[in-house]
């Protein structure tokens, strides 16, 4: 399914997430900034202002552009700004996980993956 | 038959489905107890921190706990593991580091001692004779030593951005991360692709089992059929 090119650079994680998501995940030590002269980010600070533009743009970045991200983290209140992108996204990698965030917490309703387990059993 | 196997798959989504849940919950839990320990570092933060946040991110940092992602041969998914590789690169480099500058303190030292020694058998003498001199010296300026491997660390750790006395809080909300990026995530990103996998799997079984029965259908109809005509000549 997956060759081996595809998956063995693939060393970062990469976050889309509100302002303590993201300082939780870069504490964690996942965070990185590629040598310049690029300087790309693996992680996007969202708040009320960011664009959905924006949002989407950094998805496609994390998702398509770049090859060395093996898992894109998101929240899932953001998630649902580009619901529309991530139910669409079918690639093997980099893998999209929705996390939740400390004013929404976690909805079973909406998570990309427990949506494709109801639609296995035909609901 | 198919159907059996249909079952069978299903029984692994479903134990699947059960880790995927568990992790969740775990995920939800670590996630909350950080969000907490974060909001109580906020509330007392020192004086001059505004908030623990992205205006002390560093500019330059790099990832200390990388993915290692292998390919499991049963089903060709991905298993994601996060490693930390930096801390196995750092000390190789760090040891000849100081064992060259010891080296370096050991012949300062042995050049004022051996003056009417034999060259050829000195190498040996000073190492050996010089070797209590350099620990001796280590323990009266241990302040020489020291500061380098701290100066590594203060790079490597983020919780470095924020200051270097940080709150207790801080380092609760940052082992909760560590935990939570370390143990749930990666697990519940390969379960997450193994589930993928075997939808698929489901899928593609089910569409063979619904062949399969359209054409005993039609061979019966066709039997039916023969009979009809049968009876009918």
């Known amino acids: ?123 | 038959m198919s159907t059996e196997k249909i079952d069978s798959l299903l029984q692994q989504y479903l134990l699947l489905l059960n880790e995927y849940t568990t992790l969740r919950n775990n995920l939800n839990t670590l996630q909350s107890s950080f969000y907490h320990h974060l909001a109580r570092a906020n509330f007392s933060a020192q004086p001059g921190v505004r908030y623990y946040g992205q205006d002390y991110y560093d500019e330059r940092m790099q990832a200390t706990s990388r993915l290692e992602t292998t390919i499991s041969e049963d089903n060709s998914t991905p298993e994601f593991k996060l490693v930390k590789p930096s801390a196995a690169k750092v000390n190789p480099t760090e040891k000849p580091e100081n064992t060259e500058k010891k080296q370096n303190s050991q012949e300062e030292g042995g050049d004022v001692k051996s003056i009417s020694e034999d060259a050829s058998s000195s190498d040996q003498t000073q190492s050996e004779a010089s070797a209590p001199s350099p620990d001796s010296k280590k323990d009266q300026d241990g302040d020489e030593a020291k500061p380098k491997p701290t100066e590594k660390k203060k790079s490597n750790d983020p919780l470095r951005w924020f200051g270097i006395l940080t709150p207790l809080p801080l380092r609760q909300a940052q082992a909760d991360a560590k935990r939570a990026v370390e143990d749930v995530i990666p697990r519940l990103a390969t379960i997450s692709e193994q589930m993928k996998a075997l939808e698929l799997e489901v899928r593609r079984e089910r569409k063979k089992r619904a062949k399969a029965e359209k054409e005993e259908a039609k061979l019966k109809i066709k039997e039916l059929e023969e009979k009809v005509a049968a009876v009918e000549v």
């Open chain 1, 1 to 123: 399914m997956a060759s081996q090119a595809d998956y063995k650079d693939r060393q970062f994680l990469a976050v889309i997430g509100d302002e303590d998501s993201v300082t939780g995940l870069l504490l964690a030590g996942i965070g990185h900034v590629t040598s310049p002269p690029d300087n790309q980010k693996n992680f996007l600070v969202v708040d009320n202002k960011t664009e959905n533009s924006a949002i989407e743009a950094a998805f496609e970045r994390f998702t398509t552009e770049r090859k060395d991200i093996g898992i894109v983290l998101i929240n899932q209140h953001i998630a649902d700004r580009i619901r529309y992108r991530i139910d669409t996204y079918t690639q093997a990698f980099p893998t999209v996980l929705e996390i939740p965030s400390k004013d929404h917490p976690y909805d079973p309703e909406k998570d990309s993956v427990l949506r494709r387990v109801r639609r296995l059993f035909g609901e």
